[in-house]
């Protein structure tokens, strides 16, 4: 058990999993406590890992530091964005984030010359060496930064800001009439959480160890959505299930417990898609709450 | 500026001046002021037939709407602002503020947290400030206390529930903004009588007693004349007639002008 | 630029410009109908190349023959999309963002599928090219085909919707289905009418862009950003619009990247992308913030 525990394959697991309930958090603030419809994650999330390995590999800067720079990179690149977008309705900003998502993706294929392109970049080392344990000890930190991102979202949603985004969600031209700003917050929130999306970002490189572009494709911004739909949009507890049912049953179970023949076993993952797909349909047509209920977002 | 007979000091209320200020739609005008002040009074009131440009107004003066031409000058104190410079979030951190005619609420805030929100200064309202919150309410509370006194929601706790505690609710956010200006359109529709009562009762206490003043836009003229210092009469996008409401309920112009509205009622 | 280059640009564009605008037409439509961006849309074209490529170079039909049930079955599962998903879907409630979430999730569903049926591995058509040479530049008489057909589709729907009651009926229905109901539209019979006809619109779509390069489970999603862009630049929910926009946005395209590398090519896309988007928020009145 003990050498389960401290295995390579548990430790990468565990910190994907903790990956994805943070980019599913930070997705519920967006969507459901401020009501923006970001369609874009797996691009500010794909510019948050490889800022990061850039500035490791190419400019020898400190990992901690590196994603920390990333961070700052993603959310200033958030930023003009959200200036641009974040006045138009529901649709136009889903669509809008889907294509920034798409251009970053295609970005990164084609300047090789910082990127490395299809040829990769690598290798990011595993930034706390500890000898063999060094996989559950970088896991154990990222579930640590993970709980930090929870014990956040929990307090903001009881604090006069999570207020004050509930109101813009609900009836923005009522919340202005009030006198707040509701523009600017939304503009700044949007920034600060792609921030923090492009931080989780950072932290998945070492797990990848060799970044490729096609790990920037939407099916991370898909797998965060869909998780968030299953386990329940309007809760934190939601976000958490949510990931656990889609990631966890599939991706672990699915691939650790069932034998399959190799043949079979490839198509694990377009078979997992595809169920990610039905499930999005199905939960939104039958029970848009959620495994945990609660409130639905508004129009 | 005039003499106000009511007001203690319209240098201390809000006073807006209207110059010449134009609202198309397409080629359609929509409103066409002239030359107006409003607000020398404590309660004014703005009355006309339907689709006379009420609303619009009312809109152009908080900049929910933009003026195509002119411009409306709103004295704050000794300050001169001139409304197109700002948008309506800053208009109602400078005291004039406006409640709404068509139902708006917040569906997942309470009573309480609605109030709470509209007392909420904005450097309580940031992303890192996570502890702040028992600081906020206690803040309201006095407010809240009072107005969950003094009006009856069914469950002061919870959410308002029917049309007319929204409406309450919504004017309840206004007058804890502090406001110098009040614009209320249509405040007693859909209110029972003895709310409708309790608002204005709250509307000519607080004007007496504090530098507010108040411009009442509605369709139930009884509530007008029993209330209105003086009064604004608009039909077809202008301000026709202005006087106190003897003088205007004697008017010609005005009987002629309502008698369509009058006879559908 | 030299007149060379912009003609080359030009014609080039223009035979880009034939898919895109088929698409655009039929992605226009069900907006212009339901309201709502459908993702999805993309599965139509690339339903229609996989039933032409299978029917193809499996059953050996000539590419010419296999467009026929190509875009036919696209159609089909257009309605079939709108009858076992969007419409349940709109009955039960759920909201236009809800409903692209939705659409997005039945892309994935069938993009997904077609790969554990299709695999990942590109299916190229069978068809021996004839080149002509026009102007300089080399052009296939799939080329041609498809821009005739572009065009001849383009006038067909054209027609339908300004020359025939369908068009009237459709904007009733999308304005007020109530008020439609009573006048007498059958607005299910209506629906389904568009929604057949904007398959039929992405399987000509799909089997083009198929046969101009590759058939893969991703093609139509590939497409899919690009098809929006040209709907909103062409005022979303207007056909003709969506036919100029088409030409325009695809002749444009073909400019830039013959000018300068993918970089520029993708900054302008994304540029004219939120122009767009902001130009339709002005029109539609946007709030000064």
């Known amino acids: 058990m003990i050498s389960f525990l401290t295995s390579g394959f548990f430790a990468s697991m565990l910190s994907f999993l903790a990956i994805y309930v943070a980019l599913t958090v930070i997705l519920h603030l967006q969507a459901n406590v401020a009501g923006v419809v970001n369609f874009g994650i797996a691009g500010f999330w794909g510019i948050g890992m490889y800022a990061t390995s850039i500035f490791l590999l190419r400019f020898n800067i400190n990992f901690w530091i590196s994603i920390v720079l990333g961070a700052i ?120 959480t792609c921030g923090l999306i492009g931080l989780f970002g950072g932290l998945t490189a070492p797990l990848h160890s060799f970044l490729l572009p096609m790990m920037v494709s939407p099916t991370v911004t898909f797998t965060a959505w869909i998780a968030l739909m ?70 | 500026m005039s003499a106000c007979n009511t007001c203690k000091d319209t240098e201390k209320t809000g006073v807006l001046h209207i110059k010449k200020a134009v609202k198309r739609f397409g080629g359609k005008t929509v409103v066409n002021v002239e030359d107006i002040r409003i607000g020398t009074h404590c309660i004014e009131g703005l009355i006309g037939p339907n689709g006379a440009g009420k609303s619009t107004l009312i809109n152009l003066m908080t900049q929910k709407l933009s003026l195509t031409e002119g411009e409306i000058i709103y004295y704050r104190g000794d300050e001169a602002i001139n409304v197109s410079s700002k948008n309506l979030n800053t208009l109602a951190k400078l005291n004039l503020v ?51 006194d003094y009006f ?107 008698i369509g509205e009058e006879s559908n009622a | 630029m030299n007149p060379i280059l912009l003609q080359f640009t030009f014609i080039i564009g223009l035979l880009e410009a034939a898919p895109m605008v088929l698409a655009a037409v039929g992605f226009t439509l069900i907006y212009r109908l339901n309201g709502f961006v459908n993702v999805a849309y993309s599965e139509n074209l690339t339903i229609g190349a996989y039933t032409g490529v299978v029917l193809n170079t499996m059953l050996g039909l000539g590419f010419y023959v296999a467009i026929i049930p ?62 002509i040479r026009f102007l300089n530049i080399g052009i296939t008489d799939l080329q041609i085909v498809c821009l005739i057909l572009a065009a001849l589709v383009s006038i067909f729907y054209l027609m339908f919707m300004f020359r025939t009651n369908y068009g009237e009926k459709m904007r009733a229905l999308s304005d007020n289905e109530q008020l439609a109901k009573t006048s007498g539209i059958n607005p299910l019979r209506v629906t389904i009418m568009i929604w057949f006809m904007a398959g039929v619109a992405g399987g000509f779509a799909g089997v083009f862009l198929g046969v101009f390069s590759i058939v893969v489970p991703w093609l139509g999603w590939y497409e899919i950003l690009f098809i929006m862009m040209i ?53 539609k009145g946007g709030i000064k913030t």
């Open chain 1, 73 to 192: 990179v993603t959310g200033l690149i958030a930023l003009p964005l959200a200036r641009i977008l974040l006045n138009l309705d529901g649709q136009a900003v889903l669509v809008g984030t889907l294509a920034f998502a798409s251009i970053v993706e295609n970005q990164i294929f084609v300047n090789r010359e910082i990127t490395g392109g299809s040829r990769g970049l690598g290798t990011i080392p595993m930034p706390i060496d500890v000898g063999p344990y060094r996989f559950i000890v970088y896991g154990l930190v990222v579930v640590a930064f993970v709980v930090a991102l929870i014990l956040y979202a929990w307090k903001l949603k009881k604090a006069p800001f999570g207020r004050l985004l509930f109101s813009i969600r609900d009836n923005e031209l009522l919340s202005r009439s009030l006198g707040k700003p509701t523009f600017r917050h939304k503009i700044i929130f949007f920034a600060i």
């Open chain 1, 230 to 299: 299953l386990g329940g949009q309007s809760k934190i507890s939601g976000a958490v299930i949510g990931v656990l049912a889609t990631e966890f049953v599939f991706f672990y179970l699915l691939r650790v417990i069932l034998p399959l023949p190799a043949e079979a076993a490839q198509m694990v993952p377009f078979f997992i898609y595809a169920a990610y797909g039905l499930m999005l349909v199905l939960v939104l047509m039958f029970k848009p709450t959620g495994i945990m209920g609660g409130k639905r977002r508004g129009n």
């Open chain 2, 98 to 148: 406006r409640s709404n005619q068509i139902i708006q609420d917040f569906a997942s805030l309470t009573i309480v947290d609605s109030m709470i929100l509209a007392n909420t200064d904005l450097r309580h309202e940031k992303f890192y400030k996570l502890f702040n919150d028992k600081e906020v309410r206690e803040a309201a509370q006095e407010k809240i206390d009072f107005y969950l």
């Open chain 2, 152 to 258: 009856h929601f069914d469950f002061p706790e919870g959410h308002a529930l029917s049309a007319g505690e929204k409406k309450l609710l919504d004017i309840i956010r206004c007058l804890i903004l502090n406001p110098k200006f009040l614009l209320l359109d249509e405040p007693t529709a859909g209110l029972p009588q003895d709310q409708s009562d309790k608002v204005i009762d709250l509307l000519q206490k607080k004007t007496a007693e504090e530098d507010m003043c108040v411009l009442i836009v509605e369709h139930n003229l009884d509530l007008i004349w029993r209330v209105c210092d003086y009064i604004h009469f608009m039909a077809d996008g202008q301000i026709l007639i202005q006087g106190t409401p003897d003088e205007i309920k004697g008017n010609e112009t005005v009987n002629k002008k309502y």
């Open chain 3, 70 to 131: 190509a875009v036919l079955v696209s159609g089909l599962f257009s309605v079939a999309t709108y009858l076992l998903v969007f419409r349940p879907a709109m009955r039960r409630g759920v909201n236009k963002t809800e409903l692209i979430i939705m659409s997005v999730g039945l892309s994935f569903l069938i993009r997904y599928g077609l790969t554990m049926v299709f695999g990942v591995l590109p299916y190229p058509f069978t068809h021996d090219r004839t080149f």
């Open chain 3, 231 to 283: 709907t909103i630049i062409g005022g979303i929910g207007s056909v003709p619009g969506a036919i100029v926009a088409g030409l325009a946005t695809s002749i444009l395209r073909s400019g830039v990247t013959l000018m300068s590398d993918s970089y520029a090519g993708a900054v302008t896309l994304l540029v004219l992308f939120i122009v767009a988007l902001k130009y339709q928020a002005v029109r």
